[in-house]
């Protein structure tokens, strides 16, 4: 389960899904590794009670949180966080990150 603090910030509580839980639950999946130097990410999201895709972008923040695009989105996390979230929430999407980024001319 997901809260909020005081300053809007979502996060996971450490205890709400126990590691032997979400072990059963990945099974053999593995997580994507958080891409090193990246700071721009985007994906196509299918929940699991729709069909509907919605397209997000998120951005690592300079506290090194990840800050995604959606009302509903969960902000503030962590890497690993970031991947349950997109995980559990339904067909884990693939995930495109910026390697480089131009000035506008």
């Known amino acids: ?3 909020q603090n005081g300053e809007g910030i979502l996060y996971y509580e450490e205890d709400t899904v126990a590691e032997e839980t979400l072990a059963e639950t990945l099974g053999s999946t ?3 590794t958080e891409p090193e130097g ?7 999201k299918q929940f ?3 069909d509907t895709e919605y397209d997000y972008a998120g951005l690592k923040a300079s506290d ?6 959606g ?12 991947m349950v979230w997109l995980f559990l929430t ?3 999407p693939k995930i495109y ?7 506008l001319q």
């Open 1 to 3: 389960m997901n809260k």
């Open 30 to 32: 593995s997580l994507p």
């Open 38 to 44: 990246a700071s721009l990410i985007r994906f196509s």
């Open 48 to 50: 699991q009670d729709g």
């Open 64 to 69: 090194g949180l990840w800050y995604l695009t």
């Open 71 to 82: 009302r509903r989105a969960p902000q503030g996390m962590e890497w690993e966080q970031l």
């Open 90 to 92: 339904g067909p884990m």
């Open 97 to 103: 990150y910026a390697t480089e980024l131009r000035e």
